[in-house]
């Protein structure tokens, strides 16, 4: 079928991720992708700079991970896991422990980064409940975060962002304000003091405080002192709270560390993953909890207090496609692609670059700030060119950008060469002057 049919079809009954299906943005048609690039039907090439929603950190279509899922779907595609289990399972467990941090030890396989994190704010209340704390059933979380789109973590995400329609349909959680001491700049104590306020006034409520470790991404793009870290992992300790770090937006490299929370030092009780994991090639994210966290929630009591309760002997979630083998597969595939990578220096080389070309936009009088943690390069402007502009320059440089808000940003794949950066950061560049 010619693309032109294909096109009408998509416009009249797909709808695509933030959009109108009533008025339909322009979508570009993509017929293969490897590596770097995506390959669109009418020949061109797009370097994809986001690394298609921060996914392909390795890359599209990494031989070794196709030949992973290929010699899966020849043995079994699916098989609940209710009952069962299977060699691509339990090897990703093995690969996932030896990467965790001392402690965390439990995982649960789920479907998506959003679903990982309705399993850890979950977890959290049934931990609490177990220890005889049943009020405790709220969590703190910070403006600016994100983390996903089904109801229990649009109710964690920013309460003034992209959510404010589904108000009436999210529980109430407690909301702190984001740090403003910047990752690369000085720590200021008193960015703390609205974290502990809300402690101090909810914290006999509060199950859990959740936070994106270090790099808020998807609401704000913006970096914060790990100094805040450090203070978040004491303050939930002294007060009996868990701390869930998302990660799936962090993990995996993306910020220099395997994990964001590295760079504070810090372990926190049950840690959320997606994305890279798969390496973009099948969905599936996992959360990962504390052994005290497992125990208390398989019931076993904690200490003699007579007050603690009981877990219930079983965590209350079950995916239908939890545990996919096909996707548990490409987990393990990539994962062991990911360690023989040196994702540290290429990691660390992106950075250098993106410090030093993004830098040179830093004095345009349309750039409000330019940051850059890792692989991540963010541009915030004053004001965003019009989309019918973006779209241009899109097609003129043959870089995919997904610019939103007044953020113009790559997280590209760790493969990406120095010549792609220098294009990527070269259109990046063309928005900021084109606003």
């Not at 933030?18 to 979508?27: F, K, L, Q």
């Not at 399993?119 to 996903?148: D, E, I, N, T």
């Not at 959680?173 to 502990?196: I, N, Q, Y």
């Not at 799936?248 to 890279?276: N, Q, S, W, Y």
Request: proline residues 6%.
């Amino acid at each position: 079928m010619e693309t032109e049919k294909l096109l009408s079809i998509d416009r009249e009954h797909l709808w695509h991720p933030y959009a109108s299906i009533g008025n339909p943005p322009p979508v570009n048609f993509a017929v293969s992708a490897s590596d770097t690039r995506i390959r669109l039907a009418d020949g061109s090439e797009l370097i994809d700079a986001v690394s298609s929603w921060w996914t392909a950190a390795l890359g599209h279509n990494p031989p070794e991970v196709v030949e992973a899922i290929k010699r899966q779907c020849d043995a079994m595609t699916h098989v609940m896991f209710a009952g069962f289990t299977h060699l691509p399972a339990v090897e990703l467990a093995e690969r996932l422990l030896a990467m965790m941090p001392p402690g965390l030890t439990k995982i649960f396989l789920a479907d998506s980064g959003s679903i990982a994190v309705e399993c850890a704010a979950k977890m959290a209340v049934q931990y609490q409940h177990a220890l005889g704390v049943p009020r405790k059933s709220k969590l703190v979380a910070l403006k600016g975060g994100y983390h996903g789109d089904t109801t229990g973590t649009m109710a964690l995400s920013d309460p003034d962002g992209m959510h404010v329609l589904f108000r009436g349909l999210m529980p109430r959680h407690f909301f702190a304000e984001r740090p403003k001491s910047r990752f690369d700049g000085e720590w200021d104590d008193s960015d703390f003091a609205s974290m502990r306020q809300v402690l101090d006034e909810h914290g006999d409520e509060v199950a859990a405080v959740i936070v994106e470790p270090i790099f808020q991404a998807a609401n704000a793009m913006w970096m914060y002192h790990a100094e805040y870290l450090r203070k978040l992992r004491a303050e939930c300790t002294r007060r009996g709270i868990l701390l869930i770090c998302d990660e799936v937006a962090t993990g995996f490299g993306r910020t220099g560390k395997l994990f964001a929370h590295e760079h504070a030092g810090i372990v926190p009780d049950i840690m959320c993953l997606g994305k890279i994991l798969t390496g973009g090639n099948m969905t599936l994210a996992a959360t990962v909890a504390s052994e005290g966290v497992a125990a208390a929630i398989s019931g076993d009591k904690i200490g003699d207090n007579e007050t603690s309760g009981s877990g219930g002997g079983a965590f209350m979630h079950g995916p239908t496609y939890m545990g996919n083998p096909l996707a548990c597969a490409a987990a393990r595939a990539t994962l062991e692609l990911l360690e023989r990578f040196d994702w540290r220096g290429a990691v660390a080389r992106i950075e250098a670059e993106f410090k030093e070309q993004l830098g040179a936009y830093s004095a345009l009088p349309n750039v409000r700030d330019v940051r850059v943690l890792g692989a991540v390069g963010v541009l915030e402007l004053e004001r965003m060119p019009p989309a019918e502009r973006v779209a241009q320059i899109i097609r003129d440089t043959g870089v995919w950008l997904r610019p939103f808000a007044n953020y113009v940003y790559a997280m590209p794949p760790y493969i990406t060469p120095s010549e792609e950066i220098r294009r990527i950061t070269g259109a990046m560049g063309e928005m900021a002057f084109n606003s």
